[in-house]
Nanobody, 122 residues
Framework: VQLVESGGGLVQAGGSLRLSCVAS????????MGWFRQAPGKEREFVAH????????YHVDSVKGRFTISRDNAKNTVYLRMNMLKPEDTAVYYC????????????????WGQGTQVTVSS
């Protein structure tokens, strides 16, 4: 599978964005997917995770209540809806395909997109 993210941009604090990650290849619904982010000078960190049929999701505490991961398997797409954005959400956001293991660990994911920049101004 190959992944392409889009939807990033510059937004004021309190604003919203929806990121998309389109997957090519077959059997997309078989993949558990994750979103990560990497701020300048920091390590890539886990944001959210969704299973193949979309029935199970998990969000890191820092984004709970503000971000929502979802997917549309008919469109081979996973989304990250981001509301009430804060300057500390500024980062490059990546989607990735989970291969198993610890969902927080980047090494548990074996396919990554190129990333999309999100910048939140104060």
């Amino acid at each position: 599978v190959q992944l392409v993210e889009s939807g990033g941009g510059l937004v004021q604090a309190g604003g919203s964005l929806r990121l998309s990650c389109v997957a090519s290849g077959r059997a997309f619904s078989a993949y558990t997917m994750g979103w990560f982010r990497q701020a300048p000078g920091k390590e890539r960190e886990f944001v959210a995770h969704i299973n193949g049929n979309g029935g199970m999701t998990y969000h890191v505490d820092s984004v709970k209540g503000r971000f929502t991961i979802s997917r549309d398997n008919a469109k081979n797409t996973v989304y990250l809806r981001m509301n009430m954005l804060k300057p500390e959400d500024t980062a490059v956001y990546y989607c990735a395909a989970f291969r198993g293991g610890n969902i927080y660990d980047i090494h548990s994911y074996d396919t990554w997109g190129q990333g999309t920049q999100v910048t939140v101004s104060s």
